[in-house]
């Protein structure tokens, strides 16, 4: 791909052009690979985290060369918000972390050895630039040789992570390979498909639904479909819940992380009313130390109908809107109508209103298979009952409101052992 250097187990390669040859030979050699990963023991791996680490701390030489790079000029972020994205992604980037992780997803107390599925493609959006890289940690810690694909767009922190894994781990670099083509590529990717032992696939429906179709019965296919999340305000805990941890619940990665805030449910219409009030002041507060980042003209113009939409309901008493000035994108609504509804991001959060918990039940049953985060602002004794009715729902996660877009580095992914899916168990 024109103006690209993929990394090829080693090697940087500028314009690298992908081909079905090129692929049977990167695969032919990436198998050749598999049993040098596979050799690398857990404290290698651990040692190689370690020196990662150390490149991406607050002085670190990879992370210090990326932030001269100026990045928010392409991440649509701004500086605080993406040196804040880097300070999370180094709690992934600890040794005690990587370890945990493992025993806990890998750890049997029958005679069962974890192997790795062999070659593994990941295919991952970057709309948090971060969240890439999550992935190829789980691929390299479960010693799979990871072939990996660019994300879109014009920013790339893989380039930057690779290269720091180059420079930590030049073994482990070796069974990795950063590779681009052109979205819904069905001859490039369809052979990658077939050609590979396991996909991570993070995106759309339509692009997990590609890669269903494209790849192999035999292919372990690990997906990771779009979700939503929400926060709950009980009536009890309305004059205590942390303000600024919900602002950050909706604020945090300029809202485009699946683990968002988009809609917040507070039980009665006046609780409701003031809340959105509060929210849009410690919004305000927020944005003096992680400033809003720059959204894109189609953001942009969703943001615009969203606030029209909403004065329009407004003068009809059904809605009240809470915003900055022109030039800013923070927008929070309050809407009468319970029905959940997404929010075009950037900031952007609908705060609705319920009165029982069935009601609050009955109101998002058809988020049922996309919920992913609830952050929830109970009292104790309410606690479990919004629970038990939210996990029939599929909620994956629950946190404290502040935790949402913070989930601990070694927490499940969506719901899963990510790294026991990128494994297959062996029984001795």
Same mark, same amino acid.
């Given at each position: ?101 493992? &025993? !806990?997803?890998?750890?049997? /107390? =029958?005679?069962?050895? #974890? ?5 593994? *493609?990941? +295919? $991952? ?94 292919? &372990? !296919?690990?997906?990771?479909? /779009? =979700?939503?999340?929400? #926060? ?5 805990? *309305?004059? +205590? $819940? ?114 029982? +918990? ?71």
């Amino acid at each position: 791909m024109k103006g690209f250097e993929s990394f090829v187990f080693g090697e940087w390669i500028r314009d690298f052009v992908l081909t079905p040859a090129s692929i049977r030979e990167i695969v032919s050699e990436a198998r050749k690979r598999t049993g040098e990963a596979r050799s690398m023991s857990g404290e290698a791996l651990a040692d190689a985290v370690d020196s990662l680490q150390c490149l991406w701390e607050k002085q670190g030489a990879s992370r210090a060369a990326f932030l001269e790079a100026e990045p928010e000029r392409t991440f649509g972020l701004s500086r605080a918000m993406i040196e804040r994205g880097l300070d999370h992604l180094l709690r992934s980037l600890h040794r005690g972390v990587a370890e945990r992780r493992a &025993a !806990l997803q890998l750890g049997s /107390p =029958r005679a069962l050895r #974890a192997e790795p599925l062999g070659v593994v *493609l990941h +295919v $991952v959006s970057g709309n948090v630039f971060f969240g890439p890289c999550e992935s190829v940690l789980a691929g390299l810690l479960t010693r799979n040789v990871n072939l990996v694909k660019r994300p879109g767009g014009s920013a790339d922190f893989l380039s930057w992570f690779f290269r720091s894994l180059e420079e930590a781990a030049p073994r482990l670099a070796a069974t990795t390979a950063l590779l681009a083509w052109p979205g819904a590529s069905e001859e490039i990717e369809g052979h990658l498909a077939r050609e590979v032992d396991g996909i991570v696939v993070a995106g759309d429906m339509e692009t997990i639904a590609a890669y269903r179709r494209l790849a192999s019965p035999l292919t &372990a !296919l690990v997906e990771f479909g /779009p =979700r939503v999340s929400l #926060a709950v305000v009980s009536r009890a805990a *309305l004059e +205590v $819940v942390d303000m600024d941890g919900l602002a950050r619940d909706v604020a945090l990665w300029d809202q485009l992380a699946c683990t968002a805030a988009q809609c917040i449910y507070v039980q009665g219409e006046t609780g409701a009313t003031h809340l959105a009030e509060r929210l849009a002041n410690a919004l305000k507060q927020l944005a003096q130390t992680l400033p809003e980042g720059e959204a894109g003209l189609d953001e942009r113009i969703e943001i615009a109908r969203f606030r029209d939409t909403a004065r329009f309901a407004e003068a009809m008493g059904t809605a009240r809107v809470f915003c900055g000035g022109t030039d800013e994108l923070t927008t929070v609504v309050f809407e009468k109508d319970p029905g959940f509804a997404p929010s075009p991001l950037r900031r952007s959060v609908r705060v609705k209103t319920y009165e029982e +918990v069935a009601d609050l039940t009955a109101t998002l049953k058809p988020l049922r298979g996309i919920l992913q985060t609830v952050g929830l602002a109970v009292n104790d004794t309410e606690r479990q009952v919004y629970r038990d009715c939210l996990t029939a729902l599929g909620a994956r996660r629950f946190c404290s409101i502040g935790a949402m877009n913070e989930p601990a580095p070694d927490s499940l992914h969506d719901g899963t052992m990510e790294l026991q899916r990128l494994t297959r168990w062996v029984e001795q």
